[in-house]
Each structure stands twice: as C-alpha cells, then as structure tokens.
C-alpha cells in the first residue's frame, strides 16, 4: 500500500487581526501544535475520511460527486481541497485520509487551516506533483474561501511557512521574523470563537462607519510596523506593550469579551508586559508577553481567573512531509 503522512502546526496571531482581511499587514506564529494527515490509496473511486478528532467516523463519497449536498464540518475543507486538487491536476484516484491532532479544535489554533496545509502537502507529495509554498498556499486558500467565503490566509500562511512572520493576503508578503521561541504565556478561556460571524459584524461596522473602522485599522497597523521592529530586536517588554495597545482597539472594534478582559487583566496585575486576545475574538485565547521573573505568577494568576494555561512553543516548523 503506498501512503504519505504530513504535519502542520496551528497558529497564534500576535497582532493585526481583523485588519489583516482588508489586506492590512499582521504577524503570526506557528505553535509546536500539529495536525497529521496520511493519504493512502484505495481501490474504489472514492474519497474516504476517517477523522475521530473532530467526530467524523469512516465518510465516503464518490469522486463525482464531491462538493454536493451538505458536507460534514469536519471534512469540508479536506472535501473542498480534494475537489480543487483534482480540478488542476486531473488526476481523479480514490484515495483514504486519516486525520490526528496534538490539540483540540476548540483551542483557536487554526485547526482547520493546518489539517488543509497537511493534506494538500501529503496529496501533493503522494501524487509526486512537486509544488512550491506559493502553489501550496493558493490551493488551500482556494479551498477556505469555497468553505466559508471569507479568511485573510494567515493561519495557511503560519501552517505553510512556520517561524514568526509578517503576513500580508493573500501570501502577497511571507516575511520571517524569526524562528525563535517567543516569551509569551497562552489562556484559553474555555469559549469557542465563532471566527465568520465575528469578520462579518466588524465588515457590517466597516459599512456602517468606514473613517472609524479605517482609523482603528490604521491605528493597528502603526502598533504591527512597531512590533515588527521590536520582535526582530527581541525587545520584549515593548512587544508587551504593544500588545497591550492592539488589545485596547480590539475593544474599541467590539471583538473582545468579559472573559478575555479577565484573563488579560489578570496577566498583566500578574506582571506581564502586555497582553491581548489572539485571532477573531469572543473566546479561544489570549496570549501575554512575560519576563521568566514573572512567568509562573502571570500563569497563576490566569487559572485563578478561570482561564487554562497552555503550554505552546511558538515559531515553530512549518508543514513537513513526515
Ligand atoms: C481570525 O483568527 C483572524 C481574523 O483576522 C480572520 C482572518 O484573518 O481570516 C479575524
């Protein structure tokens, strides 16, 4: 049986979010998180899924009919991949897709575009149809934006090319600012974000009142230029701070919430430099800036306020063959 596995880590978006659709710049880091995919052959002429992370026991469908009726969540964009894939390429075999994870789909860490990076490397790879992270990137973003219509490409971005880098849609910039850790300290507050509605109500903002959302943005792309200096300086505590500043126009956006206020408070009464939410907002994680001084406080002081500490390595390596 010939088969092919491939990983790709999740993300954390460290500033820019919801500007960076608009085609403002941000910056991201991928997490020691992966997602593995292996893509083996079969004998029937169709596509087969087994992904029991995310509930999806042993799907079938045919070649021909990919794409129709209602797909399952759990094995839309490895659908929507398939179908795009053998659009370009013509190659039309069946093919059996198994999907484990390092961390929970209800994290925020980008489940979704890293099990579509790992598949469209593993199906890649296993055809020998040799592509490069542009052609990797276009492929998938094609198939996020078939599932759910909007998405800047970022966290494909963080899943393709690893490290910490500077994102520009659609990949128009991929600058790696550095592939070491970062001091941060992540906390999950137990909700998970709903990222469509969330993008959709700040463009309804965005209509409503244009200079204001616009200002907001600029104001946010000011803070990521800066950050981006400090993070090549690895001047932390004025990432931290930074942070902090970015979190205040989330505010100002109307994405944050009660339970990301808390526990970005309480990290930063813990003694951190900065912190904020990290992605769409109304729940998953927020991340915090640290000295190891207070590192073991700011990570007590988020449990105490009901949040999850998570450990997570940031910058780390992009999608591989495995
Ligand atoms: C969600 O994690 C981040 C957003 O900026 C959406 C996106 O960039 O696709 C809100």
């Known amino acids: 049986m010939k088969e092919v596995t491939a990983s790709a880590p999740g993300k954390l978006m460290l500033f820019g979010e919801h500007s960076v659709v608009y085609g403002f710049p941000s910056i991201v880091t991928a997490v020691d998180q992966r997602l593995r995919v292996?893509?083996?052959?079969?004998?029937?002429?169709?596509?087969?899924?087994?992904?029991?992370d995310v509930g999806v026991d042993n799907y079938k469908k045919s070649i021909?009919?990919?794409?129709?009726?209602?797909?399952?969540?759990?094995?839309a964009f490895l659908e929507m991949l398939y179908k795009r894939f053998i659009e370009q390429s013509k190659i039309k075999t069946g093919i059996q897709v198994e999907t484990?994870?390092?961390?929970?789909?209800?994290?925020?860490?980008?489940?979704?575009?890293?099990?579509?990076?790992?598949?469209?490397?593993a199906l890649t790879e296993f055809h020998e149809v040799?592509?490069?992270?542009?052609?990797?990137?276009?492929?998938?973003?094609?198939a996020v934006l078939d599932v759910q219509g909007v998405g800047s490409g970022?966290?494909?971005?963080?899943?393709?090319?690893?490290?910490?880098?500077?994102?520009?849609?659609?990949?128009?910039?991929?600058?790696?600012?550095?592939?070491?850790?970062l001091p941060v300290v992540v906390g999950y507050t137990g909700i998970k974000a709903n990222t469509v509605p969330l993008v959709r109500m700040v463009e309804e903002k965005k209509n409503t009142d244009p200079t204001k959302i616009n200002q907001i943005f600029e104001q946010v792309t000011t803070i990521v230029e800066l950050a981006k200096t400090a993070i090549l300086a690895a001047d932390w505590q004025k990432v931290g701070i930074l942070m902090s500043e970015n979190q205040l126009l989330l505010q100002e956006l109307g994405v944050s919430s009660t339970e990301l206020n808390t526990l970005i408070d309480s990290a930063k009464a813990a003694g951190?430099?900065?912190?904020?939410?990290?992605?769409?907002?109304?729940?998953?994680?927020?991340?915090?800036?640290?000295?190891?001084?207070h590192r073991d406080a700011v990570e007590e002081h988020i449990e105490?306020?009901?949040?999850?500490v998570l450990n997570v390595q940031t910058s780390a390596q992009g999608v591989r063959v495995e």
């Open 100 to 121: 484990s994870s390092d961390f929970s789909s209800e994290f925020g860490f980008g489940s979704s575009s890293a099990v579509t990076v790992a598949f469209a490397k």
């Open 304 to 308: 105490h306020a009901h949040g999850k």
């Open 130 to 142: 040799p592509v490069s992270n542009e052609e990797l990137f276009r492929l998938c973003y094609q």
């Open 38 to 52: 292996r893509v083996s052959n079969t004998r029937e002429a169709a596509f087969s899924v087994h992904a029991p």
């Open 154 to 181: 970022f966290d494909l971005a963080a899943a393709i090319w690893g490290g910490t880098i500077y994102y520009v849609k659609p990949a128009r910039i991929v600058e790696l600012l550095s592939a070491n850790e």
């Open 272 to 293: 951190a430099f900065g912190a904020k939410l990290s992605g769409a907002g109304g729940g998953d994680c927020m991340i915090a800036v640290t000295d190891i001084e």
């Open 64 to 75: 021909s009919e990919l794409g129709s009726e209602k797909i399952p969540k759990g094995v």
